[in-house]
């Protein structure tokens, strides 16, 4: 099957500072890559939708200006969470589509912990 | 809109069966589902596009009734390898469109 990779796995920072999660797909060509958010013990939160070269789409409630989302080609998508707050602490998954009919792939997630 | 999972919990011993549900208020393009273990991203396990499909693999089965909007989730014969969270994710209105989650159902088997 296709392989979605993430970087890094897990992260640690200082309340403040600035984070940035890769999310590439190896072995295809991804249209469209999706971020999720994912509380302990809650449902994966889709936080937006980015499609290469174009701008990305936030669900409501996501701050665009805090979560940069960037699509620079079909195999990488960069999250940039920006002045990290504890509260921002969460597993990040992203996952990856050719779209159409395709199953959608998953990364292994990004554990972030905002100290 | 999210869908609804029910039950929120299931456990079973070795050899027993489940049936996992999950219902949408909205009308459906595919039903996904995904399990995922405890600090493991998900899993996919298959997709069901509308027109009342039903697809299995191995002990796994699932169907999707297009005109309820529902889809179940069935677990024959469990193995212990079966315990985790079990996610249905909805597609709305077309293909290739971002997930929609459920709140999750969790499964152990016990031997």
């Known amino acids: 099957g296709a392989v979605v990779s993430q970087h890094p796995s897990w992260v ?18 991804a249209t469209t890559m999706f971020w999720y958010r994912q509380f302990p013990k809650q449902s994966l939160m889709l936080m937006a939708t980015s499609n290469e070269g174009s701008k990305a789409t936030y669900e409501q409630g996501v701050e665009k200006d805090k979560f ?5 080609s079909l195999t990488l998508s960069t999250l940039t969470v920006t002045s990290a707050h504890p509260e921002d602490s969460s597993f990040y998954i992203c996952s990856a589509g050719a779209g159409g009919l395709y199953e959608q792939y998953f990364g292994p997630g990004t554990r972030l912990t905002v100290t | 809109q999210q869908p609804v999972q029910s039950p929120q919990a299931v456990i079973l011993r070795e050899g027993e069966d489940a049936v996992i549900n999950c219902s949408s208020s909205k009308a459906l393009y595919s039903v996904h ?54 996610f249905c994710g909805t597609e709305g209105n077309q293909a290739g469109t971002a997930l929609i989650f459920g709140k999750g159902t969790t499964l152990s088997v016990s031997s």
């Open chain 1, 12 to 29: 640690i920072c200082k309340s403040g500072t600035s984070v940035k999660i890769e999310c590439r797909s190896l072995d295809f060509q």
């Open chain 1, 68 to 72: 940069l989302i960037n699509h620079a």
């Open chain 2, 33 to 86: 589902w995904y399990r995922q273990k405890h600090g493991e991203a998900p899993v996919f396990l298959m997709i069901l596009l509308k027109g009342g499909e039903q697809k299995g693999h191995e002990k796994i089965s699932a169907s999707f009734n297009e005109k309820k909007q529902q889809s179940s989730l069935y677990l024959t014969a469990s193995q212990l390898s079966y315990s985790g969270t079990y």
